[in-house]
């Protein structure tokens, strides 16, 4: 059994938000199925682009759908550096492996950078996190574990007024809906606490934000 880290969910709910909005300023580019001839018990898949922001929630092997969290992670590169998926399982020798994902500049980010980027911007803040043991009776997996318990802040920016609040309601319902997914060992998801703070001249936006609240699993090895 893979060691898991809360990190890597932090980078699966990140991808997750990037993978469901849609950027109406087009930033970055999309690929769909870039395609790989796999070798007997291949597992790691190097994707040809640089600057890789979110791989799919889903991938195929052979015609079989695979899942972030479960069946494959994602290793991202930083600066120009490669990105890599890593199969838990090998694959069989000529599997077609199909991985689609976008690269370069993305609407969403992970704490505030420049505030000069081109708007709309959505940013995802951690906020607190904690440990909750599991009971003895509970199965995760065939591995052991413990959920996780955490919290995160998402603010909204854009120059146009109705676009940030359709962006903000859609965001909200991706964050609710999480769980029903059941995506990257997701246990539960609330979001709540909506707030327009309107207006802002200091940072030329009109901006929202909402919190939400999301319990994971998170497997270790001996």
Do not use: C
């Amino acid at each position: 059994m893979a060691e898991e880290y809360i990190y890597e969910r932090e980078r699966d709910l990140l991808d997750y938000l990037r993978n469901n909005l849609t950027d109406p300023s087009s930033r970055g580019t999309d690929v769909v199925d870039e395609s790989f001839t796999a070798t007997a018990s291949q597992t790691a898949f190097v994707l040809a682009n640089t600057l890789v922001k979110n791989v799919a929630e889903e991938i195929t092997v052979e015609g079989v759908t695979k899942r972030k969290g479960y069946d494959f992670t994602v290793d991202y590169g930083e600066g120009s550096g490669t990105t890599t998926v890593t199969l838990k399982t090998g694959a069989t020798a000529d599997d077609t492996v199909l991985i689609s994902y976008h690269y370069g500049p993305s609407m969403i980010e992970r704490e505030f950078s420049r505030t000069d980027v081109q708007l709309p911007r959505i940013v995802m803040m951690f906020l607190l996190g904690a440990e909750e043991y599991a009971a003895l009776g509970d199965a995760m997996d065939t591995g052991k574990g413990s959920y996780f318990n955490v919290s995160f802040r998402i603010e909204i920016r854009d120059k146009y007024a109705n676009r940030a609040r359709i962006i903000t309601s859609q965001a909200f319902n991706l964050f609710r809906k999480l769980r029903q997914l059941s995506l990257f060992r997701t246990n539960i998801t609330r979001a709540g606490s909506v707030q327009n703070f309107d207006y802002d001249r200091d940072k030329n936006a009109y901006i929202w934000i909402f919190t939400g609240s999301i319990q994971w699993e998170i497997l270790y090895s001996d």
